[in-house]
């Protein structure tokens, strides 16, 4: 299989097309001794409709379970007696297959990424047996109630949309899901021109390309479905979930944001430091430190292809639930009335550079980056680049952004209390 096209992003990131579809995106780090490899498949629980909901995730699972060559155990060995790792996520938008191996090792990683993604056996006595597993998986989520209101949170913000599903699936999916199911999805969703091999560490662009190159041999087929464009769902402003086993009430509260591409995202990932980042940040101070409501508050950001997410979790006493919900209310409002001091707003871009500097130290968030870049935009800022638009941003920018997003009727909030008996 030939090289379609090869780019110099910078000194360190380099790209190359093989003539089959697949993108190949390399960052190079001298000064480690290993080298993270991630395969990204543009493809999550975003792609299912409600009657395989769940196959995204479940697919994840299967693939570790044997293969032509390996078997589930020799899967885990592979890496594991080189002292690396091999692991996998599945998410609203993304499937991600990844190792991490000493740069010796580049080449077993990258055969055996391959190997799982493209000689999978998955058999029906293993596809029963993980069934099993996938509904304790579930239920172990049910009795965790942060990740099950986000969970809920998540499916009212997008109603009746996929990227509202549960990544898990239902039960009821989950119980009915044959080998066939999985294979037909993986043919049809799995194809080169949704897939990124990425990899950052002491590597060899080149040389890698060529192990790619000739390990991802059977994947040619483009995928010609429909581009799906996000089309705004309705959501529900507020729902209160109770739930028997808990002592506190649990509440996530949020709006949808934009896509991967908009530059306002880096006014959001300051707005977000500024809410919910950290011991210093105003709701921490202000419901943890001044009122003493929650011991655990904070915001997230959740950007995907054409939309994403801002919110805030927290947990408190069940009589304290509406006068938290109004505390981060008056929050917004500030964000929304009061122009940040230049002082302040200079204190949070250290935070945020700061921790992007720290988190690019690791050959595994820098192989991240690459992925996600590429995947999403196909372009790759560098980290010059990013710091540089940190530093441009004004205090109006945060105003603005926040009139705009942060308005009670875009605010979608759901809640997990203590049954009232």
């Given amino acids: 299989m030939a090289v379609l096209k090869s780019i110099s992003i910078n000194n360190d990131v380099k790209k190359t097309i093989l003539e089959n579809g697949i993108r190949v995106v390399t960052e190079r780090m001298p000064f480690v001794r290993s080298v993270s490899v991630g395969a990204w498949v543009f493809v999550g629980s975003g792609n299912e409709t409600s009657a395989n909901n769940g196959i995204s995730h479940f697919l994840e699972h299967m693939l570790f379970k044997g293969t032509k060559h390996r078997t589930a155990k020799e899967i885990a060995q592979s890496l594991e007696s080189l002292g690396g790792g091999i692991n996998a996520s599945t998410g609203k938008e993304i499937s991600l297959y990844n190792a991490h191996v000493l740069d010796e090792n580049i080449d077993v990683a990258v055969d055996v990424l391959a190997d799982i993604l493209q000689n999978s056996n998955l058999a029906n006595d293993d596809l029963e047996l993980e069934k099993h597993v996938i509904l304790a998986e579930i239920n172990h989520a049910k009795e965790d109630p942060e990740e099950l209101l986000l969970d809920h949170f998540y499916q009212n913000l997008f109603h009746d949309h996929p990227l509202g599903y549960f990544i898990y699936g239902t039960p009821e999916n989950v119980s009915n899901f044959q080998s066939s199911d999985l294979k037909n999805f993986m043919d049809y969703e799995y ?6 091999i990425a990899a950052a560490g002491n590597i060899d662009h080149n ?36 739930l028997e ?18 530059e306002r995202k880096y006014v959001l990932i ?18 943890r430190e001044k009122y003493g409501f929650a011991y655990n508050v904070y915001s997230f950001t959740d950007i995907m292809s054409q ?21 981060i209310n008056r929050e917004f409002a500030k964000l ?33 980056k690459a992925g996600e870049s590429e995947i999403y935009s196909g372009r790759h800022n560098t980290v010059d680049t990013i710091i ?27 809640i997990l209390t203590p049954c009232k008996n």
């Fill in 270 to 287: 300051l707005l977000d430091v500024l809410l919910g980042g950290g011991m210093s940040s105003r709701l921490f101070q202000n419901i």
């Fill in 336 to 368: 929304r009335t009061e122009t940040i001091k230049d002082s302040d707003l200079e204190m949070i871009k250290s935070q945020v550079k700061g921790n992007i500097l720290l988190g690019l130290e690791s050959s595994s968030r820098r192989m991240r």
């Fill in 191 to 196: 194809s080169a021109n949704r897939m990124v």
């Fill in 388 to 414: 540089e638009k940190i530093n441009k941003i004004k205090p109006v920018q945060l105003t603005e952004l926040a009139n705009e997003l942060f308005q009670i009727s875009n605010f979608c909030t759901t």
């Fill in 207 to 242: 040389r890698f390309v060529d192990m790619v190159n000739n390990a991802f041999y059977k994947y040619n087929y483009l995928h010609k479905g429909p581009v799906k464009n996000f089309e705004s769902p309705p959501k529900i402003d507020r729902s209160v979930f109770e």
């Fill in 307 to 327: 939309t994403g997410v801002f919110g805030i979790y927290m947990a408190c006493a069940k009589d304290k639930i509406e006068k938290s919900i109004e505390l």
């Fill in 245 to 262: 086993s808990l002592h506190q009430g649990h509440i996530c509260t949020g709006v949808r944001t934009f896509g991967f591409n908009d």
